[in-house]
T-cell receptor, first 113, second 114 residues
């Protein structure tokens, strides 16, 4: 069966510090991968998605970037964190096609101070 | 572009009572519709989805949802709520854009009173 991992689970970082969040998927090949941010009362905002290694699409301009160095690895990064980057970050995977279910990881809570 | 509206931010239901969570979408063609549930501090879990066929969809944990094209709605229902159903519920719509990106509503927080 497929599983999705995210780490760390919780992170407290100072403003201006770098960020690296990692997401890995097991049990499937060539998945679509997604990064979402969830802020209180604002639902889920899609940040990036990827349909293959090295292929990244950004949904909103921001202080963050994403990379997919391996088929089942998706990394969310920042060179300098802002206070507004605080939130709950969720990674998800799916097979291709709009009818396919997205399966979510357990999330990373990021607090920028 | 597609959009999803969940008009209720919070809903409180007594344990054992019935539940209906509202979801309205905006999309030109036949949408792909999803309901997800999120427990505090956790990821999202799929409850059910609709993309064709019978407009009444059965999901996990006793939930069901009905697609009504004329009302652009996909409301989630459960006949008898349990305390463990307390969570946040998200409706989402997917588009036939070639990629399976989803647009989520802002969620409805369900509180269950004894």
């Amino acid at each position: 069966s497929q599983t999705i991992h995210q780490w760390p689970a919780t992170l407290v970082q100072p403003v201006g510090s770098p960020l690296s969040l990692e997401c890995t998927v097991e049990g499937t090949s060539n998945p679509n991968l997604y990064w979402y941010r969830q802020a209180a009362g604002r639902g889920l905002q899609l940040l990036f998605y990827s349909v293959g290694i090295g292929q990244i699409s950004s949904e909103v301009p921001q202080n963050l970037s994403a990379s997919r160095p391996q088929d089942r690895q998706f990394i969310l990064s920042s060179k300098k964190l802002l206070l507004s980057d605080s939130g709950f970050y969720l990674c998800a995977w799916s097979l291709g096609g709009p009818q396919e279910t997205q399966y979510f990881g357990p999330g990373t809570r990021l607090l920028v101070l | 572009a597609q959009s999803v509206t969940q008009p209720d931010i919070h809903i409180t239901v007594s344990e054992g009572a019935s539940l209906e969570l509202r979801c309205n979408y905006s999309y030109g063609a036949t949408p792909y519709l999803f309901w997800y549930v999120q427990s505090p501090g956790q990821g999202l879990q799929l409850l059910l989805k609709y993309f064709s066929g019978d407009t009444l969809v059965q999901g996990i944990k006793g939930f069901e949802a009905e697609f009504k094209r004329s009302q652009s709605s996909f409301n989630l229902r459960k006949p008898s709520v349990h305390w463990s159903d307390a969570a946040e519920y998200f409706c989402a719509v997917g588009a036939e854009s070639g990629y399976s990106t989803l647009t989520f509503g802002k969620g409805t927080m369900l509180l269950v009173s004894p």
